[in-house]
């Protein structure tokens, strides 16, 4: 190539930079444009790796001296969503009165990737505020970012909803290895019956990814999540009833665990995906209902709030994926996926189990795109931890009802184990950016007070936007 044309072709490159400001829209967008004068024969394969170096270091000399970022920073990133809801909760049982709330969440995000691989973000969100049962304001509630409407117009409450550090030493075609540590999205695959959607977890986490091939892959993760700081002891060694055991302030509670999954693409339309992850609670013995803020219920305790028994669970994951040409009022091809996860508690010697089985049609996000979902759950009292999973499916629990024992919690509609049930949900995205979904869990409680019926409904309709 003569140098005439090359210098031609770089400003070429260089207009097409001028009018991206994200580094990564300017990547792809240079990368695509270099590809495709490839496929055309203007370049070489080498002309065009030259041309990309090129640009690239232009480009990160502008974007330092523009924004003022120091060098070792390669480009950041804004985002977030807001979301109103409408929202009640209801029950068969006329001990208890329909909830009606209207919410909003609000989350704002910023993540700066740095050279060598490396990454800083953070996530503000907002939430109700998190009382211990000592009435000490611990945070933002950990199930949810939702913040309820009222309190006569008082201002709103807003958290760190995730604040984390990340290292990818390994990344090509083949192999992906990660390290993250700090307060982060949640790095397992797995549903809400397991963890809520909305939990980040705080510690550490690793995560590898091999692709055998374009359509085979395997990944592993692993994670240590701190659930509670003791210090030297309880703080508020009043909180529980006369007699009860103190914790040792060397307990710290705390999980780990790991989980593999098999995903393949068999075809361009049907996929599959095989999981198994299994964890373990470590000195369940200090966390008390009395002490600790559990928002759940469902599991089994004494008198004194203490867990009854050990949580060292099993999960197997499995999923089957197929895409229709099409669909009536659908853009695109219209993907089917068939779930299933089933779960086993050794820890516990009964009411130790928990399975779902679910469909989903379509799939929303693009412009007039839609999802439908429904799935069946039976999460039995002891098969996991009540304080992590979702909160939004539960049912009414009457005066009466075991599971109430040593919680501190009088009867009410409350959300974790022990509920069995349907799930039924839409979604329609109005544009890229703004959708709207209905939910609605119809529930029953699998250990329920004697003669007392724990039918319960579960109702939200959400428009959220996406920046």
């Not at 120091?70 to 006329?94: C, H, L, M, V």
């Not at 219920?297 to 028994?309: C, E, I, K, Q």
């Not at 999923?319 to 659908?330: A, G, R, T």
Request: hydrophobic share 35%.
């Amino acid at each position: 190539m003569t140098r005439k044309r090359f210098l031609s072709l770089s400003a070429l490159v260089g207009s097409v930079l001028s009018m991206t400001f994200s580094p990564s829209a300017r990547a792809q967008s240079v990368d695509a444009l270099l590809d495709k004068l490839v496929d055309k024969g203007v370049l070489s394969s080498k002309e065009a790796n030259d041309l990309k170096q090129e640009s690239d270091e232009g480009f990160t000399k502008a974007f330092q001296a523009k924004t003022g970022m120091p060098d070792w920073i390669t480009a950041y990133k804004f985002g977030g969503d807001f979301r109103g809801r409408f929202e009640q909760n209801n029950a068969e049982n006329s001990q208890y009165t329909f909830r009606n709330r209207y919410r909003f969440r609000l989350r704002l995000g910023v993540t700066a990737t740095m050279l060598d691989n490396f990454e800083v973000g953070f996530r503000l969100a907002s939430g109700n505020p998190q009382t211990n049962p000592g009435g000490t304001l611990v945070g933002g509630q950990p199930i949810t970012a939702n913040q309820d409407l009222g309190s006569l117009n008082s201002r709103k409450f807003i958290w760190i909803d995730a604040a984390y550090g990340k290292w990818t030493p390994i990344k090509n075609a083949d192999w992906m290895l990660s390290a993250t540590v700090g307060k982060m999205d949640n790095p397992f695959q797995l549903s809400n019956m397991i963890f809520d959607y909305d939990i980040a977890p705080e510690g550490g986490a690793l995560q590898l990814v091999h692709n055998f091939t374009d359509t085979q892959a395997v990944k592993a993760n692993a994670a240590f999540f701190v659930l509670d700081e003791l210090n030297q002891g309880y703080a508020k060694p009043n909180t529980l009833p006369a007699g009860a055991p103190t914790a040792s302030p060397n307990h710290d509670p705390y999980m780990y665990g790991g989980q593999i999954l098999w995903e393949s693409k068999w075809t361009p339309k049907f996929e599959t995906a095989l999981g198994v992850a299994a964890f373990d609670l470590a000195n369940k013995d200090s966390l008390s209902a009395y002490v600790q803020p559990f928002y759940n219920s469902g599991n089994t305790r004494n008198f004194y709030g203490f867990l009854a028994n050990n949580f060292d669970p099993i999960i197997g994951t499995a999923s089957v994926s197929y895409k229709l040409d099409e669909v009536p009022f659908y853009p695109g091809a219209f993907p089917i996926k068939v779930s299933g996860e089933y779960m086993k508690n050794p820890g516990a010697k009964a009411n130790n189990t928990g399975y779902r089985a679910g469909l989903t049609l379509g799939k929303a996000g693009a412009k007039h795109s839609w999802e439908i979902n429904y799935r069946y759950q039976r999460l039995e009292a002891d098969a996991w931890f009540d304080a992590l999973v979702d909160d939004d499916n539960g049912a009414f629990y009457a005066t009466g009802n075991p599971q109430l024992n040593g919680t501190g919690k009088a009867n009410g509609w409350f959300g974790g184990t022990n509920v069995k049930g349907h799930l039924v949900q839409g979604t329609y995205s109005f544009t890229d950016f703004c959708n709207f979904t209905f939910t609605y869990y119809l529930n029953d409680l699998i250990i329920n007070a004697p003669k007392q019926n724990s039918s319960a409904g579960h109702f939200m309709a959400d428009v959220m936007w996406k920046f």
